[in-house]
Each structure stands twice: as structure tokens, then as C-alpha cells.
């Protein structure tokens, strides 16, 4: 199973919400760069960059911060989310993103991203379905549409999109476990699919989980920052 460690950017420095709540929030380290190559000497491919200053302006705001890990690293980085207009995404790629995240823009504005499915390739694309009680929830988590998420992952799939990734946004940061019979019933529908799962990993046992249900990737953050996993474990 592949580990994929987050960094999420809030002012150019590398934090954690707890619940994609911003009054949440705290500072693990002010160089974004030091973390990732921390990742990457540990041996570890993958990255998962966040930029909650662009998912609260609703458009890419920390592409240095991508520019600089991409420009310095070999990691192969997926970037979002405040990803809205073409020229966001045309910011991502240029700025070193192997993958951009879209997440509300494919509820919001099919249409939109379908053609960059199109213009871009599938495989340049990596889909987030923020879930709360199989629902999918967009702006923030702020809002709970009434989309069941095995309709949108089935949709998108027909459109090419081969990695997914899920979290059940009532466990993201609380270290309390990942939400694995929901995992479970998404890999049992869609076993072609690339799933990655998300939030509330707390130790190398959920870890061991996750690989047991059938995801082919988990997205870790803050059991690393808290200490709770080591870089040592992950590789």
C-alpha cells in the first residue's frame, strides 16, 4: 500500500486543522521544504500539499510553497484545493504538481472539470470525496450535499478518473481511526479503482487496516506530526 504523507499550508507554514476547523489550528513548522524532505530522506515517493489558504479563498494561493518543494525534491506531488479555474490549474502544473486535487468543482461544476479531464488527462487528476455519513460534503465540509458518494466516485470513474480519495470528515484530525467500514463498502463496489483513504489514521495498526480492507493508498498527517507513527515505520 502506498503512504502518502500531507502537508497542509496555511501562510507558507506547514499546520493542521482538526476537523477543517481554521480555529483549530496549529503550527508544526514554518518551512514547509524541511518536511518534505524530511519525507523524501526517509524514503517515502509521494506527497499530499494542501493549501487551506486557497480552499478558504476559493483560488491556488500557495503555489510557492509547491513551487519550492517540487524545485528542491523528487516527490511526486498532488496539489489542492482551491483549485476553481483554468488558470488554477494551468498555476498547478506549472508550478511542479504531478496531479491536481479537485474536489467541489467536481460536484459544483461537472461541466468544468470533465473538460479538463479532457484537455489535461485523467491521470493528472487526483479526486477528493469528502464524506459525512456516505455524503459528499463540499466548501470547507461547511456544507453536506445530498450525493451519495459511490453515485460521484461511479460517475467520475466513467470519465476516466482512476484515483480517488476519501475522507470521512468526522474523524479527519482526531486520531480516533480511520473510517473503515466506509472504505470497505467504496473498494467492494469499485475493486479496479486506485483508493486512497484519509483521515484519522493514529498508528501503524490502522495503517495495517486500511491495507487489509484493500486500499491502495493512505494520505497521513497528523500521526506523524504528533509522533504517533515514525518516518522509520512508513517505508
Known amino acids: 500500500m502506498e503512504i502518502i504523507p500531507a502537508i497542509d499550508v496555511i501562510d507558507g507554514k506547514c499546520v493542521r486543522l482538526t476537523q477543517g476547523d481554521y480555529a483549530q489550528k496549529k503550527v508544526y513548522n514554518e518551512h514547509p521544504l524541511e518536511v518534505a524532505q524530511a519525507f523524501e530522506d526517509a524514503g517515502l515517493r509521494r506527497l499530499h500539499l494542501v493549501d487551506l489558504d486557497g480552499a478558504r479563498a476559493g483560488a491556488v494561493r500557495n503555489w510557492k510553497v509547491l513551487e519550492g518543494i517540487a524545485g528542491k525534491t523528487n516527490l511526486i506531488i498532488d496539489f489542492g484545493v482551491g483549485i476553481k479555474t483554468n488558470a488554477d490549474v494551468d498555476i498547478v502544473f506549472n508550478s511542479g504538481a504531478a496531479m491536481a486535487t479537485v474536489g467541489s468543482v467536481a460536484v459544483k461544476d461537472a461541466a468544468l472539470f470533465v473538460s479538463w479531464l479532457g484537455e489535461y488527462g485523467a491521470d493528472r487528476f487526483l479526486l477528493g470525496a469528502d464524506v459525512r455519513k456516505e455524503k459528499i460534503a463540499v ?29 470521512d470528515v468526522s474523524k479527519d484530525g482526531l486520531l480516533q481511526g480511520p473510517a473503515l467500514d466506509l472504505y470497505k463498502n467504496i473498494v467492494g463496489k469499485f475493486p479496479e479503482l486506485h483508493f486512497i483513504a484519509s483521515g484519522g489514521v493514529s498508528g501503524m495498526d490502522d495503517v495495517r487496516r486500511l491495507e487489509e480492507v484493500g486500499c491502495r493508498g493512505v494520505i497521513i498527517g497528523k500521526a506523524i506530526y504528533e509522533g504517533r507513527i515514525k518516518l522509520k515505520e512508513l517505508c
Request: aromatic share 20%; proline share 0%.
Open 139 to 167: 466548501s470547507g465540509w461547511t456544507e453536506t450535499t445530498d450525493r451519495w458518494v459511490y453515485d460521484f466516485i461511479r460517475e467520475y470513474m466513467e470519465k476516466g478518473v482512476r484515483q480517488v480519495f476519501c475522507t
